[in-house]
């Protein structure tokens, strides 16, 4: 079976990185697998498994058309068009030939004028076992990648009506969001043997919740973790590491693509490390935090001792920072899956986030982590002072051990194939 997984790309955020991980265990596995992006690394350009869907004209043409009709559709905000998407352009890839010698296509992260709902119906007609791998709800909404508090999208009179994010009186009748549910809708029953897979259990709920997705085949399974990459005991130095504080200094890890993204809680994290400054007594705690920051004043406020490294593109750096630290710290109001905590797991640091989102399905028990009641900072920085005062090396080896037998590539590639092969058999 020729497996092909379609992604925007092999690194541009988690849904891209999961995916490569994906690709890297199936092939790990002896599974002939390929993917398809439109942004390629340099890594990726000299990987034979990895082709560019487009050239980078025509990828840009798409973009620009996609990002223009919904600007226009949801009333010209800015503030909200990445949080969105119609399809409504993409690339014609089942000319493709990656496409075209495909058993099965494993759809991923796929918006930005990428692939089109149309373009997506085009791939089944010709007979392709289509698997949806969801990383945001797009797929069950009408056009938002996280529709929050909103529950539009669940309504079987009209999913997705008055969208919170179409603004003012240029929104057009019908609009943009309630118009792309109902062609998810057509897409979906015109392919009567998609299967859906949720990476975590929060988001197979919200799939199922949904009018768009709701009564179709939804498995659970989650992202493929490398966890030979990562170590409970530190490699380095702290110096070697970038890490300014001594090393009887325990360290409080964040890290994200973007810190300050609003869907992070950033300014939370902040409230909740200076409420642990002030419960820490004298044992001395600093933060460690990388990831872009475009507004590096919101540290200006943080009582605690830290330090910004700014992005890190360096697996093995990333691994080392987690070796070095005893807990790693969420603060987003949602998470479909949020890897950071799964990362310091594998390398014995305690995950301590709020239960909103996939973190369940990490933090499952007690002996794995803090969930915290979302919004309750206080119980969060009480929960990082505990799981401070309880760092051990039997800890760190408990958490590693949790995520090798839960995310080891083998388990979940062996999780894609007994479900691909239960769909050939249907």
Known sequence: MKILIINHSDTRGGASVVSRRLLDAFISEGVDARMLVVHASPEGLRNPRIACAASPASVKRTFLAEEAWNWANIGFSRSDLFKIDSATFGLPLHRHPRVLEADAILLNWVNQGMLSLDEIGRIAAMGKRIVWTMHDMWPVTGICHHAGQCLQYTRSDAPCARCPFVHGPTRLIPELSARTARRKI????????????????????????SAITGGRRISVIPNVFPVDDFHTLPRTTRAEACLPFPDDTQLVLMGAARLDDPVKGFDTAVRVLNRLDSIRGRRPVAAVFFGQLRRPEVLDSLRLPHVHLGPIADKARIAELYAHASAVLSTSHYETLPGTLIEGQAAGAW?????????????????????IPYGDDDSMAHALNDALA???????????????????????????????SAELAR
């Open 186 to 209: 057509w897409l979906y029953d015109s392919i009567p043997d998609i299967e859906f897979v949720a990476v975590s259990s929060w988001l197979g709920r919200k799939a199922a919740e």
């Open 351 to 371: 995950p301590v986030s709020f239960d909103r989102g996939g973190q369940a399905d990490i933090i499952s028990d007690p002996s794995l982590g803090s969930l």
């Open 390 to 420: 309880a760092d051990t090396p039997a800890r760190r080896e408990h958490l590693s051990a949790a995520v090798r037998a839960k995310y080891s590539p083998r388990t979940l590639v062996r999780k894609y194939m007994e479900l691909l």
